[in-house]
């Protein structure tokens, strides 16, 4: 069995109905391609957890352990958002630590592993600045921190670059691909964005009108499948 595997998902929206399978190895960077409306950030909300599967035949695996019905905050399944999910009302060592912090580690301890992992996203010395006052790089560095350093199985990004320009999107997708190498975590991301995909995945899977019509290498795609 696959690293990762969801079975049946299926998900009806106004026109569209969502009904795919999707396998991914392990230490894999695996994108899900498709334009807009053709149902990918819904997938990824299925197979997290946050939003219910229309048929109750759903089966999502994790690392050979079945998490179909395992609660969301326990899935060990990380998620970084297309838009700025970052809280607010924290500065950036309280937003970091606070995945930590939820699982029970005391405070003291939880913060000393955020000025070490602040140190490996060069984020040092940004501890008690507002997210507020970020760039759009530094709040992906950050959301990316929050998230592993809470060590999940796999991470799920929703078009995370899709808000920068294209100086800035190039730059963070090679941020994101040196830390996949570094930590060999997989991953799941979804994009509309060609060069994205091209850069980042090592397996693609091309959504249109809610059912994938092509999976493989990226070496082997043509984007003459996409017309």
Known sequence: MSFFVAKNIHKTYGTLTLDCNLEV????????LGPSGSGKSTLLKIISGLEKNDSKDLQVFLDGKDITKTAVGKKNIGYIFQSNSLFQNMN????????LICKGENKKTAFNKVHSILEEFNLSGFEKRSVQN???GEIQRVS???????????????EPLSALD???RKKAAEKIKE?????NFTAIMITHNLDEARYLSDKVYVLKN???IWNGK???FSASILD
């Open 179 to 183: 830390y996949q190498k570094k930590y």
């Open 25 to 32: 190895e392990e230490n894999s960077f695996t994108c899900i």
């Open 92 to 99: 950036v060592e309280e937003n970091i630590a606070f995945g």
């Open 134 to 136: 970020l760039s759009g």
């Open 210 to 212: 809610g059912r994938f």
């Open 218 to 220: 990226m070496n082997d």
């Open 144 to 158: 990316l921190a929050r998230t592993l350093i809470c060590h999940p199985k796999l991470i799920l990004f929703d």
């Open 166 to 168: 294209e100086s800035l």
